[in-house]
C-alpha cells in the first residue's frame, strides 16, 4: 500500500535561518507531488508541484524552493526564513491523472520566531 | 486564489443529527472532491464525485453536484462526535493538466455528545 512520510512534525526556526522540510512516498512511483501551506483556520494554498524528478512548478512567488532529487522524494527549503513563513506545510501525492484524490502527509507545523 | 468557497463557515450539531455543508466553485470541472481535516492533521479524501455524476454515497457520507450551479454538497447522516472536523472542497484548479486541487476555505463542524 502507498505511504507518505513527513517530518519533522513541529520546528521553530529563528528568523533568517535555513529550512529543509523532507517527504518521502512509499508504494507507488511516478507519483504527482505537491507542497501546500495553511495558514490559521484557513483553507491551503498551493506552494509547488512536480510531476518528476527535477521538474518543479512554483505556482506563489515567495521565500521558499521545492527540489525532487529521487522520484519519491520532495523537498521544501529556504535559505532566510521570514516571520511570514510560519504555518502548517502539508506534503501531498497524487497519480498522474489525479483521479483519484490526494493523499497527505500528517503535515510540519512551522513557527519561525 | 480560492476555487471552491464552503457554507457555512461552522456548523455545530448534537450526536445523530445530520450535518450539510456547501461548496460553490467558480470554473468548469472535471471532479470536485472533499476531505476531512482534524485538529492538526493532515487532509483525509473522502469522496470524489466526477462531473458526469450527480449524487455519490460512501457509507454514512452522501455528496451531490450541480454542474448547472456549480455547487456540491456534502451530508454526513447520524452525526458522531468523531466527526467533528473542518471539511474541505477541492477541484483541479484552471487550466490544469494534472489536477492541481485548489481547495476551498472549509467548514469546521463540531458534534456534540
Known amino acids: 500500500s502507498q505511504t507518505i512520510h513527513q517530518w519533522p512534525a513541529t520546528l521553530v526556526q529563528p528568523v533568517g535561518s535555513p529550512l529543509s522540510l523532507e517527504c518521502t512516498v512509499e508504494?507507488?512511483?511516478?507519483?504527482?507531488l505537491y507542497w501546500y501551506r495553511q495558514a490559521a483556520g484557513r483553507g491551503l494554498q498551493l506552494l509547488f508541484y512536480s510531476v518528476g524528478i527535477g521538474q518543479i512548478s512554483s505556482e506563489v512567488p515567495q521565500n521558499l524552493s521545492a527540489s525532487r532529487p529521487q522520484d519519491r522524494q520532495f523537498i521544501l527549503s529556504s535559505k532566510k526564513l521570514l516571520l511570514s513563513d510560519s504555518g502548517f506545510y502539508l506534503c501531498?501525492?497524487?497519480?498522474?491523472?489525479?483521479?483519484?484524490?490526494?493523499?497527505f502527509g500528517s503535515g510540519t507545523r512551522l513557527t519561525v520566531v | 486564489s480560492q476555487q471552491g468557497e464552503e457554507d457555512p463557515q461552522a456548523l455545530s450539531i448534537q450526536e445523530g443529527e445530520n450535518a450539510t455543508m456547501n461548496c460553490s466553485y467558480k470554473?468548469?470541472?472535471?471532479?470536485l472532491q472533499w476531505y476531512r481535516q482534524n485538529s492538526g492533521r493532515g487532509l483525509v479524501h473522502l469522496i470524489l464525485?466526477?462531473?458526469?455524476?450527480r449524487e455519490k454515497h460512501s457509507g454514512r457520507l452522501r455528496v451531490t453536484l450541480d454542474t448547472s450551479k456549480k455547487s456540491s454538497s456534502l451530508l454526513i447522516t447520524a452525526s458522531r462526535a468523531a466527526d467533528t472536523a473542518s471539511y474541505f472542497c477541492a477541484t483541479p484548479g484552471r487550466n490544469t493538466g494534472f489536477q492541481k486541487l485548489v481547495f476551498g476555505t472549509g467548514t469546521r463542524l463540531l458534534v456534540s455528545p
Open positions: 501531498a501525492w497524487s497519480d498522474r491523472q489525479g483521479g483519484y484524490g490526494y493523499t
Open positions: 508504494g507507488t512511483s511516478n507519483p504527482n
Open positions: 464525485i466526477r462531473s458526469n455524476e
Open positions: 470554473t468548469s470541472i472535471n471532479n
